[in-house]
């Protein structure tokens, strides 16, 4: 079981590791994109530490919704909606239990998924954040099945969000702006994706805290 403080480490781990890869994010983006996504996540997890030391939320459900809302008024482009909304699907997922277990974090995971499908109309292989969250996903909800300990289990999650996001190398762009290059946009990692495994690996370090 983890709590409510188990989710602040994994936002406190996001905001460090995003601040880290901030350029780096940017170059990926910088290729295929408006080169600010490294500049406006760093933003926007920096604002959700902020909102969340003010705040104080008593459950998880309540801090990730709180953090969703954050991103999605301060992180522009597409990233905040998407983002914001992934936080969000899983805070509500949650809804007021204290603490949840690993296969509630799997669904909720799975509800966040279904979320940014949603709202940006991707699926596997269009070269997206869902690249780096299906397979992460997917690989949560085997172990869970599998019944391997929750750090095993994350593990799995970030190793399948990190390959996911280096096999949109290859692809070509079917969503986003990015689509807008056409075949240029083959040979450069989607930097959604690759800040999708970002998060889910922080979500690994945040379980071996």
Do not use: C
Request: glycine share 12%.
């Amino acid at each position: 079981m983890v709590n409510t403080q188990f989710f602040a480490a994994w936002i406190e781990e996001i905001a460090a590791v995003v601040s880290a890869q901030r350029d780096h994010l940017t170059q990926l983006d910088a290729a295929i994109g408006d080169a600010d996504h490294g500049a406006n996540l760093d933003r926007g997890f920096a604002a959700a530490r902020e909102a969340l030391a003010a705040a104080s939320p008593a459950t998880p459900g309540a801090l990730l919704v709180l953090v969703g809302s954050t991103l999605i008024r301060k992180v522009g482009g597409a990233s905040g909606p998407l983002y914001g909304t992934a936080f969000r699907e899983m805070g509500k997922q949650f809804g007021d239990r204290p603490e949840v277990d690993l296969a509630e974090l799997g669904t909720a995971l799975d509800a966040a998924l279904a979320g940014v499908r949603r709202l940006g109309a991707a699926a596997e292989g269009d070269k997206t954040m869902v690249d780096a969250l299906a397979p992460a996903a997917r690989a949560l909800a085997q172990a869970v099945r599998d019944g391997l300990a929750a750090g095993e289990a994350l593990g799995a999650a970030a190793a399948a969000a990190e390959e996911g996001a280096k096999a949109t190398v290859p692809l070509q762009a079917r969503k986003g702006r990015a689509s807008y290059l056409g075949p240029r946009s083959v040979g450069h990692e989607d930097p959604g994706a690759a800040s999708s495994a970002l998060i889910i690996g922080a979500l690994k370090a945040a379980g071996s805290r």
